[in-house]
């Protein structure tokens, strides 16, 4: 932290630490989980020295400790809004969007996390963020109860918000403020025993949805998991049992392959929680919820337009012919048919990369840079590449995958809500509830290629001119 101000970067960094070790106070699972994650990555660190050559180079061997995402869902325009806000000021921004409503669950949301290479390296914290879609709600009776519960509730501390408006105005807080912002913002993150509806209401809108209940029943939006990286997720899985955590069936996402693509994420079962519900003691129900559990995701490199197609076709067709976790087909078919289908994707960075398929960040290499002033270097990027003066590593997918999310949401809502909703696209109502755009998440990856692009080929002795 420089000096007496603390800028967006170091508050989330802040931040992320704080909600890491709170959750990990409230659900002793996940410190487990981190330990085995802890253990597994430094096992492959070890072993996959390529691996961890292109880490190095991407500077992401310092961000993989502090890693993590979370998850919360809000109830209201004014809860995104005003979140989005909370969010700012800790370098996040609202990066795509993603309709779950055709999987169903009744939710549309967004990610917030930092956009820049430099925020990035520096703590990569994302949190996956979902707002309910009342309109869903076929129930008029219910859906005015719904609206009435929620409006009533306030999930930002008044002091929270004060700082928010300082920091608008001044771009950085002070460093006791800075830390004062972090005490403030985790209460609205925090798990809240008591409910604030009665027993009744609760189970009205667990008949509803699972999620319905989850989100409206409760004083503010509990974050309900925290997600660490993990460089090896089938090591991590296979070790889950051994330390009493037992994972869903499959892995979502991509098969394992030789360069990761994308995301693939698993998680385990939620916790059954203690709660007391109803208003006032007299009338207080004991009772449990459901919400909280744990996760773990390998990340790959972002695609481009190109391969995210080819990826959604490749897995779209999996799922047309066996579904994962269906009775008649246990994980084994499952990946096996999703290995094969990946088959046609191809497993090469050299190919990921001539094929378009993939973003890669450029550096100029030791050798390139020393040719450089000699003059005599090659004329295209591929000779580049060929001669040994530019190099091409990974660029990492920071994002989300909308089918992965729903499996994840499916897992822990049990399998008996498979309802899909027949609802538009509610991009424009989500963003005008954001007071924002979302950000395109392939501008980003392309941008981050282009300007590394650039300054390698400026190593090189090329001005950018020569290679528009
Ligand atoms: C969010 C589920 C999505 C992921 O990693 O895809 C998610 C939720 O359950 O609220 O976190
Ligand atoms: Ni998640």
Request: one cysteine or more; a negative charge.
């Amino acid at each position: 932290m420089a000096g007496q101000h603390a800028l967006a970067d170091d508050i989330r960094d802040l931040f992320s630490r704080a909600m890491s070790d709170m959750y990990r106070a409230e659900v002793p699972q996940y410190g487990t989980l981190l330990e085995l994650v802890a253990d597994v990555n430094a096992q492959t660190l070890r072993t996959d020295t390529n691996l961890r050559a292109s880490l190095e180079q991407n500077g992401e061997i310092e961000r993989l400790d502090v890693e993590r995402h979370g998850a919360i869902r809000l109830g209201t325009a004014r809860e995104l809004f005003n979140i989005r806000r909370v969010f700012a000021v800790m370098g996040m921004h609202p990066v795509g969007y993603y309709d779950l409503s055709v999987v169903g669950v009744p939710v549309h949301s967004t990610a917030f996390r930092p956009i820049t290479d430099e925020a990035l390296r520096r703590n990569p914290f994302r949190v996956f963020t979902s707002l309910l879609r009342i309109e869903l709600i076929e129930d008029r009776a219910l859906r005015g109860e719904v609206e009435a519960i929620l409006a009533a509730r306030q999930i930002f501390t008044p002091r929270v918000l004060e700082l928010v408006v300082v920091f608008e105005a001044e771009r950085r807080l002070t460093r006791p403020q800075a830390e004062e912002f972090v005490r403030e913002a985790l209460e609205t993150f925090r798990w809240h025993s008591n409910a604030t509806v009665d027993f009744g209401t609760y189970r009205k809108l667990h008949r509803a949805h699972r999620l319905i209940a989850d989100i409206v029943s409760f004083k503010g939006p509990h974050i309900n998991h925290l997600t660490p990286r993990t460089l090896d997720i089938d090591a991590v899985q296979a070790g889950m049992p051994q330390r009493g955590i037992v994972p869903k069936a499959v892995i979502e996402g991509p098969p394992r392959r030789k360069c990761p693509i994308l995301l693939r994420q698993t998680s385990f079962k939620a916790l059954e929680e203690p709660i007391t519900f109803g208003g006032s003691a007299s009338e207080a129900t004991a009772g449990t919820h459901t919400a909280r559990f744990g996760e773990i995701e390998q990340r790959g490199v972002a695609l481009t337009a190109k391969g995210r197609r080819l990826y959604d076709e490749l897995l779209a067709s999996v799922r047309r012919n066996v579904q994962p976790g269906a009775a008649d087909s246990g994980p084994a078919t499952y990946e096996d048919v999703l290995s094969k289908s990946f088959d046609s994707f191809p497993d090469e960075w050299t190919e990921l990369r001539s094929n378009g398929l993939a973003f890669f960040r450029y550096s100029a290499t030791e050798a390139g840079v020393v040719s450089a002033r000699r003059g005599t270097l090659a004329a295209t990027v591929d000779e580049l590449i060929a001669d040994g003066f530019l190099r091409f590593d990974a660029i990492i997918y920071e994002d989300f995958l909308p089918v992965s999310a729903a499996g994840i949401f499916q897992s822990n809502l049990g399998t008996d809500e498979q309802k899909s909703y027949a609802a538009q696209s509610g991009r424009v109502q989500f963003e005008a509830a954001l007071g924002s755009v979302v950000k395109d998440e392939l501008e980003l990856y392309a941008q981050a290629e282009k300007a590394s692009l650039k300054h390698a080929l400026e190593q090189l002795g090329f001005s950018q001119i020569a290679f528009a």
